[in-house]
């Protein structure tokens, strides 16, 4: 499966971006997909996760409540709404999908996801 992350820009603290993930190839409804992010000199940290069904979400406690997950199964594609920004959540955002042939669809770490997109930069001014 190929992913095209895209939405990322410039916005106040406090605002609100939209990225979306386009998914092509292979079934991309049989991917668990998420959202991952990466600041200069850290590790890529994991954001919000959805299931293959898009049964179950799960976030980092850092975005609970201001973020939300989603995907859409007829455009195949997956989208992160993402409000109440902070200058904290300034990184450049990945998307990210499992590979069905894991057997589980759930996952916090970069080690359980199999395909990559090219990353969208979002930044947050205080």
Known sequence: VQLQASGGGLVQAGGSLRLSCAASGRSPSMYGMGWFRQTPGKEREFVAGISRSAGSTYYADSVKGRFTISRDFARSTMALQMNGLKPEDT????????????G??????RNQY???GQGTQVTVSS
């Open 91 to 102: 990184a450049v955002y990945f998307c990210a999908a499992q590979s069905p042939a894991r």
């Open 114 to 116: 199999d395909y990559w």
């Open 104 to 109: 589980y669809d759930l996952g916090r770490s």
